[in-house]
């Protein structure tokens, strides 16, 4: 069962504060990771990906990878109003028979910056 | 301007009607998908295309079926026999197959059933 899971919200913070975003998946062999912001009503767009064990640094934003934890993490530093949507967490994770993947999404975790 | 568009943008079905939902896309992408979602649920994947004439069902494919050919289209049918069809239908394209490949969504389809 491929299942990709995300701290359940809502999660609510100060204008200014760090936005900390948790997703655990459950195949050890996933490549390939992504963060989509998805404001009310409105499609997911893309924010970071990461491909490598580390952090990766994008402006305010900054995903953590732990592949050995199988834990992967957004930072949003000094959080803006503007920020306020649900973040969707994916992974990309090995179809049946075929090195080929396909992404499983989290339910995302829903943000609030507050002023 | 390259992306991918849906049509219409909301769309009400009566029940025991089959419904086209559009999804056309100009970023030179092989590999298209179609994904539904349910207030306060993830994406699931309906159906996908790898290539022009080739698709494959996703996770919840019945009551559904689509379309390639054209590498620009993916039209996605919802028909009578998908039960529950109210939800969000967002199209997204990639470069080519799964693997490393960024999916870009398109602005998504609001289906209401009457």
């Known amino acids: 069962q491929k299942e990709v899971e995300q701290n359940s919200g809502p999660l609510s913070v100060p204008e200014g504060a760090i936005a900390s975003l948790n997703c655990t998946y459950s195949d050890r062999g996933s490549q390939s990771f992504f963060w989509y912001r998805q404001y009310s009503g409105k499609s997911p767009e893309l924010i970071m990906s990461i491909y490598s064990n580390g952090d990766k640094e994008d402006g305010r934003f900054t995903a953590q990878l732990n592949k050995a934890s199988q834990y992967v993490s957004l930072l949003i530093r000094d959080s803006q109003p503007s920020d306020s949507a649900t973040y969707l967490c994916?992974?990309?994770?090995?179809?049946?028979?075929?090195?080929?993947?396909?992404?499983?999404f989290g339910r995302g975790t829903q943000l609030t910056v507050w002023p | 301007d390259g992306g991918i568009t849906q049509s219409p943008k909301y769309l009400f079905r009566k029940e025991g009607q089959n419904v086209t939902l559009s999804c056309e896309q100009n970023l030179n992408h092989d590999a298209m998908y179609w994904y539904r979602q349910d207030p306060g649920q993830g994406l699931r994947l309906i159906y996908y295309?790898?290539?022009?004439?080739?698709?494959q069902k996703g996770d919840i494919a019945e009551g559904y079926s689509v379309s390639r050919e054209k590498k620009e289209s993916f039209p996605l049918t919802v028909t009578s026999a998908q039960k529950n069809p109210t939800a969000f239908y967002l199209c997204?394209?990639?470069?080519?197959?799964?693997?490393?490949?960024?999916?870009?969504f398109g602005p998504g389809t609001r289906l209401t059933v009457l």
């Open positions: 994916a992974v990309n994770m090995a179809g049946r028979g075929s090195t080929l993947g396909r992404l499983y």
């Open positions: 295309s790898q290539i022009v004439n080739d698709f």
């Open positions: 997204a394209s990639s470069i080519a197959v799964w693997g490393a490949d960024t999916q870009y």
